[in-house]
């Protein structure tokens, strides 16, 4: 919640009228890098700030037409887990020394709900109602780790409505007559977020990527109840056998991404009994909040329950090459979120890890090959000794 003076107490609660159709608010590539590295640094508090943006076109009287961009955010209050508030102070002087037409962009609100979603809770609303009379219109916009963000626009308005009314007089007849009353209530507008796309082919790659994924689940068989044969993957027959998904029956070289993010979630919080159910995202961040010396006892920890958390997963010994496999598609899935400058090192210290287990595993297995070998040699030498 943004308030501009925590010592004014805003006693008025406005009536809300909703536009029915929708604004548009541009989110240009460096306003996502911003918001990328307050989510990194931050972790899981809400954190909020003012934002600029300026008027591309139109007005929120016709929304349809009604198109904002976003200038920069300004960091104002890192909160907690469930609330941020700030007042504008003196701080706002740097903005309009350091960003180049600040001074005639408009102000909003920026604020993040982290890992609960972006959406208007009570608590948001109650920003506008309190910030709504100190601007023409206001902008506030509300982002998540998702990446799916919730905007909106209010401003105040007088509403003006008509009533018509009758009592009896006091010799029997009916008299009519009307009062018009006029309301104070806030307007607000939905404002779709859009991201600006300069580079238009790499955006509309992912949208190729979904296409071709989903023409391909098409193709693979659907599982049929009855009489019929049905062909269900390793989860569906945990559903339908009701069991634990907990062991995956499938090959170490043909993880599916369900099997890679499950494994990788176990592996990261160190868990053999394979019952983590936090993401991989908010495990490696807890990880990167941690002290040094307790980053130091996580990675050796970590080393010695590698094998047997992946052998429990599979339900089977594996072997070198399948081994090899299976980190490189762990290791693969931390990529996503290596352009996150607060996990960084705790991801390249996870890699290193993973790279000297499989170093120490593949030592270990050529030794047990090369004893096998000799044990075998010995015994086809005895066996040619007796004949």
Do not use: C
Not at 74 to 95: H, K, P, Q, W
Not at 357 to 363: I, K
Request: aromatic share 10%; net charge negative.
């Amino acid at each position: 919640m943004s308030t501009d003076n925590k010592k004014e107490v805003k006693k008025v609660k406005y009536p809300v009228i909703e536009m029915d159709k929708k604004g548009k608010l541009i989110l240009p590539d460096h306003i996502i890098t911003q918001i990328n590295i307050l989510h990194g640094k931050v972790g899981a508090k809400e954190w909020s700030g003012l934002l600029l943006y300026d008027v591309i076109s139109g007005s929120p009287a016709k929304p349809e037409g009604f198109v904002l961009k976003a200038k920069h955010i300004f960091l104002m209050d890192i909160g907690t887990g469930a609330y941020t508030e700030y007042e504008t102070d003196g701080d706002i002087v740097d903005l309009y020394d350091n960003v180049e037409g600040a001074m005639e962009a408009k102000m909003g609100h920026i604020h993040t709900h982290h890992s609960m979603g972006a959406y208007f809770s009570g608590t948001d609303t109650e920003e506008l109602d309190d910030n709504v009379d100190k601007h023409n219109y206001y902008l506030s916009l509300i982002v998540s780790f998702n990446g799916v963000y919730a905007a909106k626009v209010a401003f105040l308005s007088d509403v003006h409505t008509s009533s018509k009314l009758s009592y009896v007089d006091d010799g029997g007849k009916p008299k009519h007559f009307k009062t018009d009353k006029v309301q104070k209530s806030m307007v607000t507008v939905d404002m779709s977020v859009y991201y600006e796309k300069p580079d238009k082919f790499f955006y509309d790659r992912y949208s190729q990527v979904v296409k071709k994924i989903a023409e391909k689940e098409k193709l693979k068989p659907k599982v049929l109840y009855g009489a019929k044969t049905y062909y269900p993957n390793a989860f569906q027959q945990s559903l339908l056998k009701g069991t634990s998904i907990s062991k995956i029956d499938s090959d170490p070289k043909k993880m599916t991404d369900f099997e890679v993010e499950k494994l990788a979630r176990n592996l990261f919080s160190v868990t053999p009994e394979l019952d983590e159910a936090k993401g991989a995202y908010h495990i490696l961040h807890t990880l990167s909040n941690s002290k040094k010396e307790e980053i130091e006892f996580y990675y050796d920890y970590f080393s010695k329950h590698i094998e047997v958390i992946i052998e429990n997963f599979f339900d089977q010994s594996i072997e070198v090459d399948e081994m090899i496999e299976v980190i490189a598609e762990v290791s693969a899935s931390m990529v996503r979120f290596s352009n996150n400058p607060h996990l960084k090192d705790i991801i390249e210290g996870i890699d290193e890890v993973l790279e000297e287990f499989l170093a120490h595993y593949q030592a270990r297995e050529e030794e047990d090959d090369d004893e096998d070998n000799t044990i075998e040699s010995k015994l086809t030498k005895e066996a040619n000794a007796l004949t």
